[in-house]
């Protein structure tokens, strides 16, 4: 009987040692604002690329409080049927909550996809969006 008691007792313990634990940081929240065009891809789509993409360490560089990220996604179908994008993904300083829109950091990507649906317009938009994003996180992180 008491080595049920004991082991009960130590189930509880170590239970309430992992509740004790101090939990995991949050993740940072980082500004993000889309100006794309919503044919193209849809605002939760290109904060989800940004979220993503920004790690901790990027808010460790370019505190969340200072820096916001822009991306803007634009293009669509021309005269031969041939999907046209460019995206592009920047840093701005923020002053508060508002965007100063003064461009620190600039990527910009380009792509085009003859006899698309638009469907594969759309991937395409997102495609070129995670590579501008990808260009600018990689540029924020390796800076000191």
Request: proline share 4%; aromatic share 6%; hydrophobic share 50%.
């Amino acid at each position: 009987m008491n080595r049920f008691v004991s082991l009960a007792f130590m189930s509880m313990l170590s239970a309430s040692a992992f509740a004790a634990a101090p939990a995991a940081p949050a993740a940072p929240k980082f500004a993000i604002v889309n100006s794309s065009t919503e044919a193209l891809i849809d605002n939760a789509t290109a904060v989800g690329i940004w979220n993503a993409q920004l790690t901790p360490k990027a808010a460790k560089l370019h505190p969340v409080k200072k820096t916001g990220y822009i991306s803007e996604v634009n293009g669509g179908f021309d005269a031969n049927k041939t999907c046209v994008v460019v995206a592009r993904a920047m840093t701005s300083p923020l002053k508060g909550k508002t965007f100063t829109y003064e461009a620190k950091n600039v990527a910009v990507a380009f792509g085009s996809q003859a006899g698309a649906t638009a469907e594969q317009c759309s991937a395409l938009a997102k495609a070129k969006l995670t590579e501008a994003v990808q260009s600018i996180v990689a540029t924020v992180e390796n800076a000191q």
